[in-house]
Every structure is written in structure tokens, then in C-alpha cells.
């Protein structure tokens, strides 16, 4: 069993174990469900920089990430920046997450929430909704065609976007379909961690146009980023690279700036 069975394995319990103790009437009734959401697609379709940064505590890959900064600080710090939009993780287990980190980041700032999260079920997108998230993460490779289609359809009704994470051809071909609003390419391997930025060149020919593309993990230049806009790349998700240093949100800002002055000729 590698690392990705293992936390779909404890998430299908965790779920089983929040549905006995908050009732979908508890979710639906929350103060955040009736919200109105940001668009990240529209952000990332009309931004220069395309910059998505990461709330992240710890990984499976690295034990300790940053546990010094609250969510207030890092976020607020990442909207100062001029980033597109924010990723919190809120898996407990494995990223050191939760959904008050999600809650908090809402209290915190005015743009776009992904809620990065292993999705298998559609009580976890009653769940993003309810602590105000615009748009949900569901990953290819643990998702079949008609689950993703199902789940998509249902973030949708919600007014969340959705944003599907592929790493390989065959996720791709067996995922497209209308209900989706971005595609991002994991340049990690989820299963083996292996980490290159040609995933991310290989299949932006396969992911039609009508999808805002989206590079994740493994960025941490501004010649990485200009190289891959030449991909038709709109939007790159940054997490460690930001999170490792002593001051996420002036590290962002810092690489803003400089990808700012450093356009790429696209």
C-alpha cells in the first residue's frame, strides 16, 4: 500500500466518523453556506503572475514544513502579496490541516479558498462550503470518470469551482468533461513523490483551451514559471517554497515582484 492508498484509507473513516457526529442539516444551516464564492479561474484568466499559494503545516514527503506562523498571519501575508488565491490544507493526519485552518483564512481574507483536500465524497464539499471555501480539489487518481463527474456536478450546484488534479495522460483523458473549471498538473508523483516540471510540459498540448491550465508543486523559480506560461500555463500552485522560509507572505511578495519585472515574452 503506498502513501495515497494509506490516506484514502483513513479518510474513508474519517468521513464515516464526521457523519455521525454533524448532521448535513448542521452544514447547510452554517453561516458561510449561503455565501457568494470567487471565481479563481476568472483571477487566474486575468492575472499576470497566476501565483496560488499554500497554507501548509507539514507533508508526508517533509515531516515539518512551518508550524511558526498562525493562519491569520500567513494568509493575510499571501493577500498582501497580490496572490490569486489561497490553498489551505485540511487534512489532519498527514498535511497538520483542519477546516478551522479554512474557517480562520475566510475570517482573514477577500479572495479565492481552495480547499485542498483528498475528495471522495460529497459531504466534504457540503464541508468546504460551510467553512468558506470557493472551490474544491478533486484528484484524478483516486476518483473514477463517474465519480468525478458526480462530485464536479455537485461543487457546481454549490456555486464552488472546481479544480481537478491530474499527473499523467491517462487521469487526464478519463477526467475531461464540462463540469470542470481548471486543470492542474501535479508535478509530484503522489505515490512515489517524485518530483519534474516536464509532467506539467507533457500534457499542456492534451488539456484543451476552454480549461484554465494550472502547474502545481515543484515551483520555486521565476524561470520555471515563465517557461511554463509558454506551455499555455495560467496558474501555479506554490506551497513549500513559500512555507519553508521565515516569513511566508514577504517570501511571496519578494517572488511577485520579481516575476513582475521578469515577464515572461508570451
Known sequence: MNILDKIIFDK??????????IPVSQLENSILFGSRTISLSKMLRNSNSGIIAEH?????????????FSVEEVVKGYQNAGVCGISVLTDGKYFGGSLD???????????????????IDEYQIL?????????????????????????????????????????????????IMPTLDMIGVNNRNLKTFEVSLDFSKELASEIPNEFVKISESGISSIEA???????????????????????????ASEFINLLQTNPSRV
Open 225 to 251: 514559471i515563465n517557461e511554463l506560461k509558454t506551455y499555455g500555463y495560467k496558474g501555479f500552485l506554490i506551497g513549500e517554497n513559500f512555507m519553508k522560509t521565515d516569513n511566508p507572505g514577504k517570501s
Open 101 to 119: 485552518d479554512l474557517l480562520l483564512a475566510r475570517a482573514s481574507v477577500n479572495i479565492p479558498l481552495l480547499r485542498k483536500e483528498f475528495i
Open 56 to 68: 501548509k503545516r507539514r507533508s508526508p514527503s517533509k515531516a515539518e514544513i512551518n508550524y511558526s
Open 12 to 21: 474513508r473513516n474519517e468521513i464515516a466518523l464526521k457523519k455521525s457526529i
Open 127 to 175: 464541508e468546504a462550503k460551510a467553512h468558506g471555501a470557493d472551490l474544491i480539489l478533486l484528484i484524478a487518481a483516486v476518483l473514477t470518470r463517474e465519480e468525478i463527474k458526480n462530485l464536479s456536478e455537485f461543487a457546481q450546484s454549490l456555486g464552488l469551482e472546481v479544480l481537478l488534479e491530474v499527473h499523467n495522460l491517462e487521469e487526464l483523458q478519463k477526467s
